[in-house]
């Protein structure tokens, strides 16, 4: 099993930047890869950045060049560092952590984007 803490949620204002962060915990060498979900309401959830364990990245079309995902698989963290944000960015962001056979998930951090 894997544990995953988010943290860094909140309110920002558009154009303003925030940072998640998220630790996990327990059997964290069957990860293959960790990233961020989230999800607005009436919404599904979306992918919006994940890395391997390799340090290959992939990014949501909708946050490329604003988002950068950082992660080290010693401490069993990934970040998310959000600039330029928009209001429809406001979601519920969720970590992931990604395993042979399981997608594990975090309880999820409230981000949102207003004036």
């Known amino acids: 099993q894997v544990q995953l803490v988010e943290s860094g949620g909140g309110l920002v204002q558009p154009g303003g930047s925030l940072r998640l962060s998220c630790a996990a915990s327990g059997n964290i060498f069957s990860l293959n890869a960790m990233g961020w979900y989230r999800q607005a309401p009436g919404n599904q959830r979306e992918l919006v950045a994940i890395i391997g364990k390799t340090g290959s990245t992939y990014y949501a079309d909708s946050v490329k060049g604003r988002f950068t995902i950082s992660g080290d698989y010693v401490k069993s963290t990934v970040d998310l560092q959000m600039n330029n944000m928009k209001p429809e960015d406001t979601a519920v962001y969720y970590c992931?952590?990604?395993?042979?056979?399981?997608?594990?998930w975090g309880q999820g951090t409230q981000v949102t984007v207003s004036s």
């Open positions: 992931n952590g990604l395993s042979p056979t399981t997608m594990y």
